[in-house]
Nanobody
């Protein structure tokens, strides 16, 4: 069984920074890709950033490129999202996701994926 627990959300002014962390339990962490997604009430959940099992490849949604950085520490079973130059449109609930992929790629593979409970990020203008 895998559990994901996010932390680090909060209220910040536009232009500020926050660092989200996701702590994982279970034995599959280092063999799965990890991602951060976000959702605004009434809208679909969207991908923010993903990172391969080895950390060798990352992918970001266009709106956060150059501002957000995803990283992982397999020894500590942590995945972080450093968010700089925050904008009001970044306001959302942010979710951590662990999902199986083919080797060290981002190609999805069969198997269960897991979500954290979410952490709120609010950026004021």
């Amino acid at each position: 069984q895998v559990q994901l627990v996010e932390s680090g959300g909060g209220l910040v002014q536009a232009g500020g920074s926050l660092r989200l962390s996701c702590a994982a339990s279970g034995r599959t962490f280092s063999s799965c890709a990890m991602g951060w997604f976000r959702q605004v009430l009434g809208k679909q959940r969207e991908l923010v950033a993903v990172i391969t099992s080895t950390g060798g490849m990352t992918k970001y949604t266009e709106s956060v490129k150059g501002r957000f950085t995803i990283s992982r520490d397999n020894a500590r079973k942590l995945v972080d999202l450093q968010m700089n130059s925050l904008k009001p449109e970044d306001t959302a609930t942010y979710y951590c996701r662990l999902f199986p992929t083919v080797g060290s790629s981002l190609l999805p593979a069969r198997g269960p994926d897991y979500w954290g409970q979410g952490t709120q990020v609010t950026v004021s203008s």
